[in-house]
């Protein structure tokens, strides 16, 4: 496992992060760290198992790429964003049924104005919350064609999402949904409108993606 991630790690013009393998059955990696420098690369003893060498090296090549693109930073600052309008929406919430209230008495009116402010205030951590998937599906995408490229091919990624898609299938996990972007992929089922706030893109279309690529995207 270390020879394996200290080769793709000078592949990918990276220092070698730290290496982790955590006693679970569920198969997953991810990676972590604020930058490259300080990064760290986790996979489970399940995920150790389950996939053949290339395979895992095209989990790890993608979870390289995570931290080549500081993925790790962007997804906190998009939390943080996320969070800071959440809080802002639910002080606005709160100023507009008390504040405009007296404000009603006083003057006879403005009502219209406190159920508008109310509404916003609503739907704003909701679009807050939709971005922030939206952005970590995209990095999904990113990280996965890096992924490829670091590793020259996309097949041996293609073929270990395939793979993990079907475990999870087997045997769902049981995860926290607060976890879900940890996972390599979703461990959460995602249809209709619930796609809107998974946190990574259907494997279907990672995979399509993936054998797409042409020779020059790979070099």
Do not use: C
Not at 45 to 56: A, D, N, V
Not at 136 to 157: C, M, N, Q, Y
Not at 189 to 206: C, K, N, V, W
């Amino acid at each position: 496992l270390h020879r394996i991630v200290e080769r793709l790690s000078v592949q990918a013009g990276l220092p070698k992060p730290r290496v982790y393998v955590m006693p679970q059955d569920t198969p997953n990696a991810f990676a972590t760290g604020r930058n490259p420098e300080h990064a760290a690369v986790a996979v489970t003893e399940g995920i150790l198992r389950l996939l053949k060498t290339e395979e895992l090296e095209g989990v790890l090549a993608h979870e390289l790429a995570h931290i080549k693109n500081r993925d790790i930073l962007i997804s906190s600052v998009a939390a943080v964003i996320a969070g800071a309008i959440s809080h802002l929406a639910y002080m606005a919430q709160w100023g507009a049924m008390f504040g405009m209230g007296r404000s009603d008495d006083e003057e006879g009116g403005g009502g219209g104005n406190m159920i508008t402010v109310i509404l916003m205030a609503i739907m704003a951590p909701i679009a807050a919350m939709l971005i922030q998937m939206a952005i970590s599906r995209s990095r999904e995408f990113v990280a996965d064609a890096t992924g490829a490229k670091i590793l020259h091919a996309g097949r041996p990624l293609a073929n270990a999402l395939l793979k993990l898609e079907g475990y999870n299938k087997q045997l769902p996990m049981q995860v926290n949904p607060a976890t879900a972007q940890m996972y390599i992929v979703n461990p959460l089922s995602a249809q209709g409108l619930t796609r809107l706030f998974s946190t990574h893109p259907p494997i279907q279309e990672r995979v399509d993606r993936l054998m797409a690529l042409k020779v020059q995207d790979l070099m």
